[in-house]
């Protein structure tokens, strides 16, 4: 389905200017978050629409909007920005808190540069570095202090370090210069500019999320990075690339401004210890779940995008993995893995599983590795052994053999009898035959002597081959080791998902909004511990070095339907056991919701649902009222009356309309678990609430929403004429009146249709 986002028509410049922002925020800084809003394609498509400026338009020679010359405009001219805060108050919190955290860190780069230019004289920002200061000195080492006019303050050399244009290699190169400052000192300094930087903008983006209509009772800001520290070419230039990949100029600069989480890593150089603080290649940051059947809202901002290695975060609670990925185009997040080109953390662990520790292991356990040719030669060595064993026992058994003489003639007496009778000589002396075995011996000998250099031979070979096989044993241990560091990184249960229209809704009901870049975990009453790892991609699986990512994560709790358009609650409006309501559903405060709202049903398009509920007896979750499906009523009100709190709060009706991807127009009504002294006349009502077991506070909340759903067509119709042309509103009426007429009242087990209620 489609995302819905329409163009307010100029009626919207007749309001009054009290919907203007309020003053705790500058000129300046006013016509700074209308720049980062309009130049933020995912804000200005969410509540752009609700900077309302009414100057002229500057342009450039092709035709686009000059966004540098309207700011300046807007700093002189506060009066042609209004800024709607109620509006925008409606909007996905996480986008409202990144156009806050934009604003922050633009701040905080304008403070800590004019530190660094002009000390002396910070001008308006010397507040905004006095409570940075504040918090640095909380973490900073004794030695990184120096006392100036009887004060203890930063030592001035920091301000180097403190540079917001700086990458971490550059600032840890400017902070090793500091001969005063030990390999401690330096770790725990800049761990102490971390905690500053990620305090005060976790501060200032609270404060400016609240001036912008903003609701939270829980509200955590985070800058982080990971990589090798060198620097990202798309965090080199002081702006941000869309998600079409196109600069956009004007967006706070901050290469300085993600901490990085450290760790100091000791190494051996020609027999010399070497420290050195290193950023972690992928980082993990605790939180825990909001509880009191909240949502738990994040928000995911990537800075530092690099389209050739894929950004990859990992939430994980309870063993459960949720894996959130950057695509090949866009630096949006997304649980598609896919991926067109580059590097991925997939990728990565692939290789060195199935190629890196494959390899190693086929040369160990191979059909020829390490493993079969040290068996190969222990063989031959046994069987060496052996011949050596036997050879020896013949050699030995010669050497307890006597010397024998025989009178029989040897072969060679008989050959030398037969040459000299063949020569004439005629004279042969036959002497007899004595056997002492001494060439046998000497055979032996040297067979004994050639198989012990063969039996050497192949112990050599095998302790070779065992060696070889130890130190491969040794790499394979160090290579599983990281791959099951990597592996654990990633995630080892995987949550499963299914994906409608850009919702993704993962096996647990969580859900995650590629439009809004929200992952939401489902409401519950506890509240539970989880974590958040941002992974930078190595260049190769075995390589230290890493591209920077950077991201900005936010978390908030929201109730549900806390962006409904509209959002009427109606509390104890009806008299007891009554249903007339008291006065009009909608004024003036509703117009420009409303008004969204006729522009959402004159485009066919999108759906419209309409949901009404008598939801009889409710029940207090710790966050808002729902329906009690075991209610146990009483027969009268205790001590504390009808009155308290306890009781008023859950004789409520409400209504809701959801403008997303759909149109959504809900009424739910509820009452106390005070047995209901309504008087039930009609014969359908009275066999209904005997076949479907409904109470008289079921049938009580049904008329109510009854009335809610009568008073509702009835303004509606009166507001689209008022609101629209004549062509326009009679589109909407036809719309809303027959999804109207088709509309049921869920009262228990059964819908009923309206005219029941009469």
């Known amino acids: 389905m489609r995302t819905i986002y329409f163009a307010l028509s100029l009626f919207l410049t007749t309001f009054s200017l009290k919907a203007q922002i309020n003053e705790s925020l500058s000129s300046e800084e006013r016509a700074y978050l209308f720049h980062i809003v309009k130049k933020s394609p995912i804000l200005n498509n969410n509540f752009g629409r609700y900077f309302d400026y009414q100057g002229p338009e500057i342009r450039f020679h092709n035709g686009s909007l ?186 706070p600069k901050a290469i300085g401004l993600f901490p990085y989480q450290l760790i100091k890593e000791s190494s051996e150089v020609k027999k010399k210890t070497i420290e050195k603080i290193e950023p972690l290649r992928y980082t993990t940051s605790d939180f825990k779940t909001v509880g009191e059947n909240r949502h738990t809202n994040l928000h995911f901002d990537v800075w530092g995008y690099n389209s050739a290695a894929q950004t990859t975060v990992v939430i994980e609670k309870d063993g459960l993995s949720y894996h959130l990925f950057g695509s090949g185009e866009t630096r949006f997040l997304s649980p598609d893995s896919a991926f067109s080109s580059g590097a991925t953390f997939q990728s990565r662990i692939n290789d060195l599983e199935f190629n890196k520790i494959a390899k190693i292991h086929e040369s160990i356990f191979g059909k020829h590795g390490f493993d079969y040719w040290i068996e190969y030669y222990e063989k031959k060595k046994d069987q060496t052994e052996l011949k050596i064993e036997k ?39 036959g002497t007899p035959t004595t056997k002492s075995n001494r060439s046998t011996r000497k055979k032996l000998q040297n067979t004994i002597v050639g198989l012990y250099e063969q039996f050497d031979g192949y112990k050599r070979r095998i302790a070779e081959y065992k060696l070889q096989k130890e130190e491969a044993i040794d790499l394979m241990a160090i290579y599983q080791r990281k791959l099951d560091k990597d592996k654990e990184a990633f995630g080892l249960n995987w949550a499963t998902f299914e994906e409608k229209d850009g919702i993704y809704i993962f096996q647990d009901s969580s859900t995650f909004d590629i439009r809004t870049q929200e992952f939401q975990f489902k409401p519950s009453d506890k509240v539970e511990d989880f974590e958040i790892r941002l992974l930078a991609i190595p260049q190769s699986s075995l390589s230290k070095s890493a591209d920077e990512v950077m991201l900005h994560i936010n978390l908030i709790d929201a109730i549900p339907h806390y962006d ?48 009404a509920r008598g939801q009889g007896i409710g029940k207090w979750n710790g966050t808002q009222t729902v329906k009690d499906y075991s209610p146990k009523e009483l027969n009268r009100y205790p001590s504390e009356g009808k009155m308290d709190s306890t009781f008023t709060r859950l004789r409520k009706s409400e209504v809701f309309i959801d403008i997303d991807r759909d149109i959504t127009l809900e009424i739910n009504s509820f009452t106390d678990p005070i047995a209901s002294n309504l008087t039930v006349s009609n ?68 819908s009923l249709k309206q005219s029941a209620f009469k």
């Open 66 to 251: 000059n966004y540098d010359s309207i700011e300046l405009l807007i700093i002189n001219k506060p009066e042609v920005l209004i800024i709607r805060k109620e509006e925008i108050a409606k909007s996905a919190k996480g986008l409202i808190a990144e156009a806050a955290n934009k604003m922050a860190i633009w701040e905080l780069n304008k403070t800590l540069l004019a530190k660094r230019s002009t000390p002396g004289n910070l001008g308006q920002y010397k507040n905004e570095y006095a409570t940075f200061e504040e918090l640095l000195m909380q973490k900073l080492p004794s030695t990184a202090l120096k006392m100036k006019d009887d004060q203890m303050q930063p030592h001035p050399k920091l301000q180097n370090v403190m540079n917001p244009s700086l990458s971490f290699d550059d600032k840890y190169a400017q902070l090793q210069a500091l001969r005063f400052l030990s390999i401690d000192d330096q770790l725990t300094t800049l761990n102490a500019i971390n905690f500053a930087i990620n305090s005060y903008v976790q501060t200032r983006s609270l404060e400016i999320y609240k001036t912008l209509g903003g609701k939270a009772d829980k509200f955590q800001n985070l800058l982080v990075a990971a990589g090798d520290g060198s620097g990202t070419s798309g965090l080199l230039e002081e702006r941000e690339k869309n998600e079409k990949g196109k600069w956009n100029k004007g967006l």
């Open 391 to 429: 050879r020896e026992k013949e050699y030995s058994d010669l050497g307890y053999s006597p010397i024998t003489t025989s009178s029989k003639a040897s072969r060679k007496v008989k050959k030398s009898k037969r040459q000299a009778i063949k020569s004439g000589s005629g004279s042969f002396n």
């Open 683 to 750: 014969e359908t009502i009275k066999s209904i609430m005997t076949k479907y077991n409904l109470s008289k506070n079921d049938i009580l909340s049904g008329y109510r929403t009854a009335t809610i759903l009568k008073a509702m067509k009835e303004e509606i119709n009166v507001l689209a004429g008022n609101y629209l042309s004549r062509e326009d509103a009679k589109l909407v009426i036809d719309r809303f009146n027959k999804k109207w007429a088709k509309t049921k009242i869920l009262v228990g087990r059964v």
């Open 564 to 611: 409904a358009r509209v959002n009427l609650a109606l509390d104890d409006v009806f008299a007891s056991d009554k249903w007339e309501l008291p006065g009009n559903l909608f004024s003036q405060k509703d117009s420009v919701s409303m008004h969204v709202f006729f522009e959402g049903l004159l485009d066919k398009k999108v759906n419209f649902n309409m949901i």
